[in-house]
């Protein structure tokens, strides 16, 4: 029954759009690319479903930006867990580096 669980929870995250900026990430590395997206891919909405969808983007990168800031303050007021004796600077290299490091793994 916990895959069933962990399904419901996956869906209800889904639905609730808090993730939707990883949709603006694939459309931006589509069009970069200069290709079109595959018709398999592409999802045919309506008004009201465009509307929806749209708003939970804005939602999550409206929730990203908040996280980024609230870090961004923390790293700089030195009230994270980073060794003590380091800059703030350095901190905020450090994270962007692990953020990197994320992203290539």
Do not use: D
């Not at 980024?68 to 901190?91: H, R």
């Amino acid at each position: 029954y916990f895959a069933v669980f962990t399904m419901w929870v996956a869906l209800i995250i889904e639905f609730s759009g808090l993730l939707h900026s990883s949709y603006l990430i694939q459309m931006l590395v589509v069009k970069l690319s200069g290709q079109t997206q595959p018709e398999s891919m592409v999802v045919q909405r309506t008004g009201a479903e465009t509307l929806f969808f749209w708003f939970r983007c804005l939602m999550s990168l409206t929730v990203l930006g908040y996280c980024f800031a609230v870090t961004l303050v923390a790293l700089f007021n030195e009230q994270t867990t980073m060794w003590e004796g380091v800059p703030p600077i350095v901190a905020l290299l450090i994270f962007f580096h692990s953020l990197v490091g994320c992203w290539n793994a």
